[in-house]
């Protein structure tokens, strides 16, 4: 299973914010999406997940081209997005925030598997404390596993260690790795952490203004390689 884009562009109003952007993402694996502020990459995940529609160029999941459809439909294709900044809903419960995923799933389909308690067991123990109250590092914990519910085929995560302590940052590497290891999942990654994206990414995409300006497997590149291609 792969998601593919090919020659992806995307405006906000007269600004061109992606230039052709082509991209492999295989399942059983890690892709790294790295730059600098400002360089294209959440609205390149935008643009994947139909929260923001792009201007030009195709999406490809398992040999089938997606049009241009709207979120609700990329995540029933199985396309699953972890935004910057959680968005969980802070009045509803952890359990309810978790059963929005619901909405894009057969009604046959609508529980929570075991798996998300035992990747989160603080989800479980807080299941009907409400996702506001949760610290910031336990809401990136929902936003994952809500994302999860949706058994997705693409995982689009948007800078998942921004302002998370070093524990849960950990756990959520843990996590990760357990999901490319099940082999049935592509995982798309953004993320600045550099050490974080090193240690998971099976391969590399730099963006620079836009535009793919290095990209692939980690056997080939070297860590100083990467790292300067990034700071640039």
């Known amino acids: 299973m ?10 906000y109003g007269g600004s061109q914010i992606l230039h052709g952007i ?3 993402a295989e399942a059983g694996q890690v892709t790294c999406v790295m730059g600098t502020n400002g360089v294209g990459k959440t609205s390149l995940l935008k643009a994947l ?4 529609p792009r201007s030009g160029g195709e999406i490809e999941l398992d040999g089938e081209r997606l049009g241009r459809l709207p979120a609700q439909a990329m995540a029933r294709k199985g396309l699953a997005v972890v935004p910057q900044g959680r968005m969980i809903f802070p009045l509803l419960s952890v359990r309810e925030n ?4 619901f909405a894009c799933l057969p009604r046959s389909e609508h529980r929570i598997p ?9 989800l479980a123990e807080m299941s009907h404390r409400r996702g506001g109250d949760l ?8 936003a994952i596993a809500r994302a999860m519910i949706t ?3 693409v995982l689009l995560l948007d800078e998942p260690t921004e302002g998370i302590q070093p524990n849960i940052i950990q756990q959520i590497g843990r ?6 290891d099940r082999g049935d999942m592509a995982i798309i990654l953004v993320e600045q952490y550099f050490d974080f994206a090193w240690d998971l990414a099976d391969r590399f995409y730099v963006l620079r203004r836009g535009e793919v300006a290095l990209s692939g497997a980690r056997a080939e590149t070297t860590r100083e390689a990467l790292r300067q291609a990034v700071s640039v």
């Open 49 to 52: 997940a139909g929260t923001h």
């Open 2 to 11: 792969m998601l593919r884009t090919e020659n992806l562009t995307l405006h």
């Open 151 to 153: 058994r997705p085929k």
């Open 22 to 24: 082509d991209l492999a």
């Open 175 to 180: 996590v990760i790795r357990h999901l490319r």
């Open 98 to 101: 978790l059963e929005t995923g």
């Open 135 to 142: 610290s910031g590092g336990q809401q990136q914990q929902l």
């Open 114 to 122: 075991d798996e998300i308690f035992e990747l989160f067991p603080v």
